[in-house]
């Protein structure tokens, strides 16, 4: 299975368009986050050769504009696309999908969006003083569990041990995307890492609001293990 890094602040190539933000192709039809705007996700998809067409699940982590830019471009034109919410979604962003011809879904717990990949459903964080809603997708592979996530607001270690109850027999291969990270002191980041390597996690990727500390910290406990997920990159999981 292949995951393509469609956005983040960093590419591989300078045609690549960069900003605040991610959004992952997993296979060929299952898009997961839409970064910032449509113009720099549309430019992507376009310089990497991404036949948007394929697409028919479309998952939002979270309700925040740099996860959800890009999805009125995604969806324009288009009658057959499922998109993946959370109950605790806007009103208005729910009322904008149900606006045009695709499907919404809202979830509160896991379901399998195509065989292998699979949504935790609504995890509740806390941001700025409120409760927030978040996702984060799950790929069952040959080589064991794959963690993406949006930004990771309900916290990185929450929805790994939701993902471990739920898989107890499988092992985890690899996390990556936003760990949410950046205001944690590097004794934090360390007792992380280590529920990383007591989880058997063999590469992590940190990235987007992870922090620039926490990156160095896992890119030195991880070496070649590190992933990088810059725009334009590969994943194989
Ligand atoms: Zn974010
Ligand atoms: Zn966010």
């Known amino acids: 299975m292949e995951v393509r890094i469609l956005f983040n602040s960093a590419g591989i190539e ?7 933000g991610v959004s992952f192709l997993i296979g060929d ?7 910032e705007k449509g113009e720099s996700l549309l430019n992507n998809t376009k310089e990497m050769k991404v036949d948007l067409s394929l697409i028919r699940d479309v998952v939002i ?7 959800t830019g890009g999805l009125g471009d995604i969806l324009h034109g288009r009658q057959d696309i499922n998109v993946y919410a959370c109950p605790g979604f806007s009103d208005e962003f729910k009322a904008k999908v149900r606006s045009g011809h695709n499907r ?17 459903g609504e995890i509740i964080g806390e941001y700025k003083g409120g409760d927030i809603s978040e996702q984060a ?4 592979s040959d080589k064991g569990l794959t963690v993406i996530t949006g930004c990771a607001h309900p916290g990185i270690v929450k929805i790994l041990d939701l993902v471990r109850n739920k898989f107890p027999d499988r092992p985890f291969y690899s996390v ?6 950046m205001d944690k002191h590097s004794r934090n980041i360390h007792s992380i890492i280590n529920v990383f390597k007591e989880l058997g996690i063999k590469k992590a990727g940190p990235t987007h609001c992870s922090g620039t500390e926490s990156e160095n910290v896992f890119k030195k406990e991880y070496g070649d293990s590190f992933l990088t997920a810059k725009a334009g990159e590969t994943i194989y999981i």
């Open 29 to 35: 039809s299952v898009l997961f986050d839409t970064g």
């Open 14 to 20: 300078e045609n690549l368009s960069t900003g605040w």
């Open 61 to 67: 982590s979270h309700d925040h504009w740099d996860h």
């Open 104 to 120: 919404l879904f809202e979830s509160d717990g896991f379901v399998e969006v195509v065989k292998g990949i699979y949504l935790t």
């Open 137 to 140: 997708v799950v790929v069952d």
């Open 176 to 181: 990556f995307g936003g760990f949410h990270l």
